[in-house]
């Protein structure tokens, strides 16, 4: 197939600046909180056909307007396909993103479990400044209560920090960690990944682990920042935290952002998620979730349904009548709207420990008087290292590297004023709840 050619969309995907690739659903792992098929990658349909992948890849570069645009290939386990497919997968998009004139920048990811990482596979990482995402809960014999192999991902994030290729590290809280929160924090500070925490969310076979609790949650991200405050390293805020703190700080936010932390969130109208059927959903976790499919990129007319079927996933129920009159607003980063949509106690949960988290802020005034100077300062720092080294990159002008491991990542990258204005009642009835907070 050549870039470019296809039968023309009837969605407007013009602000698309991601792409989450489910390029399989098999896992070599079976983590007991995760929803990936640990079918065989043999097996038909489990993994994205090349052609597949060429018609998103297509309908998606082609459609964007977006000068930087992310292609992140997930899974499953993505370094279950072979590293020939991902060199004919990356080519293809570059030369899409070529073909485009508003793209200036096109970033390759890839979330992976590290555990398939071989010396080969390090060199298509190298080559196309593939940008790694992985999974590590703590110190290995904490992660390996919910997770598996976690010695082995240790020392291949390890390895890939010695390659100049160091990945982002998503760490879950959840009631095994929270116990040990003390020794998490102080392994990752002292370890200098790039991590950031999520609260474990019930789904796929983890359905039954318990939740944690809004004051379990809210201790977690406390002890993140006053560990930040004592210790050198502020990695281990995460890209969550530091928002939520320049928030606090700047006391403004842009309540209209359609990324993945605002109150209407950027899934379907900035990023957009594809099954390795071709199906296409309104980002990743709504296909974890199995919501509001929107079409598939092999047959272009499935796609008709697409901005009702978005509108009904985007709209705001009475729960959230109650932010409207709430402080914590300012730094709320409103959960994730494909897991929370069906699950109160999860917004319950994060709602709560935003709360207790506002609060603390209010008290804690020249904590975050420093934790932000600091940021600041060391952001001019590596803005000035990045002027220095000039990258070079093998393909597309301006390719530089932060890494998308993670939602939060994605939200940074995603920082650019949507031009969708937010999803809206459809007028028939009397609008329940205002469906934005400008
Ligand atoms: S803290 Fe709770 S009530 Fe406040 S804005 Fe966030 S979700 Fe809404
Ligand atoms: S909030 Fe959830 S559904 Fe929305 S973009 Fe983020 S991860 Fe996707």
């Given at each position: 197939m050549q870039?470019?050619?296809?039968?023309?969309?009837?969605?407007?995907?013009?602000?698309?600046?991601?792409?989450i690739?489910?390029?399989?659903?098999?896992?070599?792992?079976?983590?007991?909180?995760?929803?990936?098929?640990?079918?065989p990658?043999?097996?038909?349909?489990?993994?994205?056909?090349?052609?597949?992948h060429?018609r998103a890849a297509?309908?998606?570069?082609?459609g964007?307007e977006?000068?930087?645009?992310?292609?992140?290939?997930?899974?499953?386990?993505?370094?279950?396909?072979?590293?020939?497919?991902?060199?004919?997968?990356?080519?293809?998009?570059?030369?899409?993103?070529?073909?485009?004139?508003?793209?200036?920048?096109?970033?390759?990811g890839?979330?992976?479990?590290?555990?398939?990482?071989?010396?080969e596979?390090?060199?298509?990482?190298?080559?196309?400044?593939i940008?790694i995402g992985?999974s590590?809960?703590?110190?290995?014999?904490?992660?390996?209560?919910?997770?598996?192999?976690?010695?082995?991902?240790?020392?291949?994030?390890?390895?890939?920090?010695?390659?100049?290729?160091?990945?982002?590290v998503?760490?879950?809280?959840?009631?095994?960690?929270?116990?040990?929160?003390d020794?998490v924090?102080?392994?990752f500070?002292?370890?200098?990944f790039?991590v950031?925490?999520?609260?474990?969310?019930?789904?796929g076979?983890?359905?039954?682990?318990?939740?944690?609790?809004g004051?379990?949650?809210y201790?977690a991200?406390?002890?993140?920042?006053?560990r930040?405050?004592?210790?050198a390293?502020?990695?281990?805020?995460?890209?969550?935290?530091?928002?939520?703190?320049?928030f606090?700080?700047?006391?403004?936010?842009?309540?209209?952002?359609?990324?993945?932390?605002?109150?209407?969130?950027?899934?379907?109208?900035?990023?957009?998620g594809?099954?390795?059927?071709?199906?296409?959903?309104?980002c990743?976790?709504?296909?974890?979730?199995?919501?509001?499919?929107?079409?598939?990129?092999?047959?272009?007319?499935?796609?008709?349904?697409y901005?009702?079927?978005l509108?009904?996933?985007?709209?705001?129920?009475?729960?959230?009548?109650?932010?409207?009159?709430?402080?914590?607003?300012?730094?709320?980063?409103?959960?994730c709207?494909?897991?929370?949509k069906?699950?109160?106690?999860?917004?319950e949960?994060?709602?709560l420990?935003?709360?207790?988290?506002?609060?603390?802020?209010?008290?804690?005034?020249?904590?975050?008087?420093r934790?932000?100077?600091?940021?600041?300062t060391?952001?001019?720092?590596?803005?000035?290292?990045?002027?220095?080294?000039?990258h070079?990159?093998?393909?597309?002008?301006?390719h530089?590297?932060?890494?998308?491991?993670?939602?939060a990542?994605?939200?940074?990258?995603?920082?650019?004023?949507?031009?969708l204005?937010?999803?809206?009642?459809?007028?028939?009835?009397p609008?329940?709840?205002?469906?934005?907070?400008?």
């Amino acid at each position: 197939m050549q870039p470019g050619v296809h039968n023309k969309p009837t969605v407007d995907f013009r602000q698309i600046r991601m792409v989450i690739a489910k390029v399989t659903s098999s896992c070599n792992l079976r983590c007991r909180y995760c929803c990936a098929d640990a079918i065989p990658v043999t097996q038909p349909g489990a993994t994205m056909t090349m052609e597949t992948h060429q018609r998103a890849a297509t309908m998606l570069i082609g459609g964007t307007e977006s000068d930087e645009l992310q292609w992140i290939f997930h899974g499953g386990e993505p370094m279950l396909l072979p590293i020939p497919w991902y060199e004919e997968a990356i080519e293809f998009c570059i030369t899409a993103a070529e073909a485009n004139p508003r793209i200036r920048r096109l970033t390759i990811g890839m979330q992976s479990n590290l555990t398939r990482l071989t010396p080969e596979y390090l060199q298509l990482v190298k080559k196309y400044r593939i940008q790694i995402g992985t999974s590590l809960d703590g110190p290995p014999r904490l992660s390996d209560v919910y997770r598996q192999a976690g010695k082995r991902v240790e020392e291949t994030i390890e390895l890939l920090m010695r390659e100049d290729a160091p990945p982002g590290v998503i760490a879950q809280i959840n009631k095994n960690t929270i116990a040990h929160m003390d020794e998490v924090v102080d392994y990752f500070d002292k370890k200098g990944f790039a991590v950031m925490f999520n609260a474990t969310c019930p789904t796929g076979r983890g359905m039954n682990v318990e939740n944690l609790t809004g004051e379990e949650l809210y201790n977690a991200k406390r002890k993140l920042l006053e560990r930040a405050d004592q210790s050198a390293n502020l990695r281990i805020l995460g890209p969550d935290l530091l928002r939520q703190l320049f928030f606090f700080h700047t006391g403004q936010r842009d309540m209209a952002e359609r990324n993945c932390h605002g109150y209407n969130c950027g899934a379907g109208v900035t990023l957009i998620g594809v099954d390795p059927n071709g199906d296409v959903w309104p980002c990743g976790r709504s296909t974890d979730a199995d919501m509001s499919k929107l079409g598939n990129v092999n047959d272009p007319g499935s796609l008709r349904s697409y901005e009702s079927t978005l509108r009904s996933f985007h709209e705001k129920d009475l729960w959230y009548l109650r932010c409207f009159g709430c402080a914590a607003k300012l730094i709320c980063l409103f959960g994730c709207t494909a897991f929370d949509k069906d699950s109160i106690s999860t917004r319950e949960i994060e709602c709560l420990a935003t709360r207790l988290l506002h609060q603390y802020f209010w008290s804690h005034p020249e904590l975050v008087e420093r934790l932000v100077a600091r940021f600041q300062t060391h952001m001019e720092k590596t803005a000035a290292e990045v002027r220095e080294k000039k990258h070079a990159p093998p393909f597309l002008p301006m390719h530089t590297g932060h890494h998308p491991c993670s939602s939060a990542a994605t939200a940074m990258v995603l920082s650019a004023q949507a031009r969708l204005h937010p999803i809206q009642p459809d007028g028939t009835e009397p609008a329940r709840i205002p469906q934005t907070i400008e």
